[in-house]
């Protein structure tokens, strides 16, 4: 520290050098500055352009018969009726299933075992998971309840796309909680409450936007998940509510629909594109806004 | 919490209204898909069966059938006699299609071009790398075909529509059958791969001077550049329907050991050579006889009445005795 002190010239000794070293950190500063302008440029370049192509080919594929109808051979006006009523039914059970496993583990983690050989074995198995590529657990799931079970299901997709919502869950709930201040849990502590009070009463509701936030970023991934629905719940032509029997979902449409050689069905793997780009985002920003409208 | 509940009760909801039709599951072979799908859309109008036909690729629906995970499965190349053994199957063939070169050269319409099999196993092999070669402009005297770079592509999975491809260049070139073979997918010595028929057509599409291999029903639909070949017999045809039949019906089902009829390269003067039937498997030991009855009556109604949406979307139909004699064997083996 004292070597760089000395470097730096003071004003009055050297005007011309110290003069020489701010344009130097100038010309950095506006160097890194336009690196950085640049990146960001060509991120949003490439997002809008993702985006426009988008709207313009989804929007000519949208009609009320998507809505309407389900999928259909090429050439029959078929709609995405099924499919999106598939995925709605597979996110929310999924989510439904992976939520609480995910809270549990996370709070497990944060508050009974920051530190122990079980916290950390734990800790380490959830981010593998996290960043275990989907499909595989798409053949996981395929070979334990699919293949035994003899035959594609509703609900294995499901248990698939739960199995995504879990380590996601499990990550947020425990960072978010290992945000609070030991102050405030020794303060509920030092009240006479029992941990478990502490933990619901007080560590959840002050790190609800987190936890929150974290399920609906759960939600949002596996809305558009292809690959762990391929081998689970297959797929489906026909409209069916059965979750013991094959379900429709929108990504695995899409994926079927987009490299078809049938007009009618790229048009419509374009729509669905839309609708669940167009679901991701509304259920963020109505989370955000709900979110903000409490606090 | 009170958005846990919602869900909840939606999924509780959803189990209540469960529909339960009668609903057949196959999967398989991306090639028959569209006529599986839209004889389904018929049949369950007609005999009031529900089929969910998810085109998985040949060699996932020969897995699934074999994995019991499926009513039945489906794929475009019969599959070896041992594994039916072992896996209790029998396979019986639906429908036929045909194979089509596609090319990308300025100034050539659809079937103007002529192609003959031992210059495309060259072609494919890197041995001919430019379209003015002299053996292509002896074949092509009426047009001027350009110093450009021949670009093969083919397709980079697994696919039916490359077993038959191969087939036929091991057909017609014994090196090519010796070197290289007939699979699924194969060990190309020259080209670049795409991914599924849509990949390969646009690659063709986008790149000049670049010549591929795809279905017929998917060149037609998308009215891609097609070529001519010459069949055993000498004589150049185009890709037409007429062609199609010509060679099918040459085909020798009779001693066709699990209907696994060859019918590449078929004599006859109006025959298109890369012709190739599409095949389903089903369990001979179903666990469960209803469905498996489902799926009987599935396809006694597509052989029955299937024939001319078959034909609507370039395919083509079952010589009836065929059918007859499939049924029979049904019949016999599946109780």
């Known amino acids: ?295 | 919490m009170r958005l846990a509940a919602t869900a909840l009760a939606l999924g509780l909801g959803v189990f209540a209204f469960a529909a339960q039709a009668q609903q057949i599951t196959g999967a398989g072979a991306t090639f028959p898909a569209p006529v599986y799908t839209k004889w389904g859309e018929a049949a369950k109008a007609a005999a009031g069966l529900e089929l969910n036909y998810q085109a998985i690729g040949s060699g996932g629906g020969q897995n699934q059938i074999l994995n019991r995970t499926v009513d039945f499965g489906a794929s475009d190349a019969p599959m070896d006699p041992a594994k039916l053994e072992s896996g209790k199957l029998l396979q019986l063939p639906t429908v036929m299609g045909a194979v089509v070169p596609i090319v990308n050269l300025p100034g050539i319409a659809s079937n103007q071009l002529k192609l003959t099999g031992p210059l495309l196993t060259e072609i494919y092999a890197g041995k001919i790398v430019k379209w003015n070669d002299p053996k292509l402009v002896e074949l092509n005297p009426g047009f001027a075909l350009p110093n450009l770079a021949i670009a093969p592509v083919y397709r980079a999975d697994g696919s039916g529509t490359t077993f038959v491809f191969a087939s036929y260049l091991s057909a017609v070139s014994p090196e090519w059958k010796e070197k290289v073979g007939a699979a699924t997918s194969v060990k190309w010595p020259a080209g670049t791969g795409s991914k599924g028929n849509d990949g390969v057509s646009a690659t063709v599409a986008n790149l000049k001077g670049a010549i591929g291999y795809v279905e017929n029903a998917f060149a037609s639909q998308n009215k891609l550049t097609t070529a001519q070949l010459r069949n055993r017999d000498g004589k150049f045809v185009s890709p037409t329907e007429a062609a199609f039949v010509a060679a099918a019906s040459n085909g020798d089902w009779a001693n066709a050991k699990n209907f696994a009829v060859n019918l590449i390269d078929q004599a006859g003067a109006a025959s298109w050579p890369i012709v190739s039937a599409t095949f389903i498997l089903l369990p001979k030991d179903p666990k469960d006889p209803a469905r498996s009855a489902n799926v009987r009556k599935f396809f006694e109604w597509a052989y029955k009445s299937g024939d001319a949406i078959a034909k609507g979307l370039d395919y083509i139909a079952l010589p009836a005795a065929v059918k007859e004699a499939a049924l029979k064997t049904w019949s016999a083996e599946i109780k």
């Open chain 1, 1 to 295: 520290m004292s070597a760089t002190l000395s470097v730096i010239p003071g004003p009055a000794k050297d005007m011309n050098a110290s003069l020489a070293l701010g344009r130097k950190r100038k010309r950095a500063n506006r160097i890194v500055k336009t690196l950085c302008l640049t990146a960001t440029g060509l991120g949003l370049i490439f997002l809008a352009s993702i985006l426009a192509t988008l709207l313009s080919k989804g929007i000519a594929g949208l009609s009320l018969t998507v809505f309407t109808t389900s999928t259909l051979p090429p050439g029959s006006h078929g709609g995405l009726l099924n499919a999106i009523v598939g995925t709605l039914i597979q996110t929310v059970l999924g989510a439904a299933i992976g939520t609480p496993i995910g809270l549990m583990v996370g709070t497990y983690l944060a508050e009974y075992a920051r530190d122990s050989a079980l916290g950390n074995a734990v800790r380490f198995v959830s981010d593998i998971l996290l960043s275990a590529p989907s499909i595989l657990i798409g053949l996981f799931v395929y070979q334990i309840v699919v293949s035994p079970l003899g035959g594609f299901s509703g609900f294995a997709g499901c248990l698939a796309l739960a199995l995504i919502v879990i380590p996601i869950v499990v990550r947020t709930t425990e960072d978010m909680l290992r945000l609070i201040p030991s102050q405030l849990r020794e303060a509920v502590i030092g009240l006479g409450a029992p941990k478990w009070k502490m933990i619901v009463l007080i560590c959840y509701r002050a790190a609800r936007e987190g936890i929150v936030t974290g399920i609906l970023l759960a939600v949002a991934r596996i809305s558009g998940e292809t690959a762990p629905l391929l081998f689970t719940s297959l797929g489906n032509l026909n409209w069916s509510l059965s979750l013991t029997k094959p379900m429709a979902s929108l990504p695995v449409t899409i994926y079927q629909y987009a490299g078809s050689a049938f007009q009618d069905w790229v048009d419509l793997a374009w729509a669905g594109a839309l609708l669940i780009t167009a679901a991701v985002l509304a259920v963020n920003i109505v989370a955000r806004t709900l979110l903000r409208g409490r606090k």
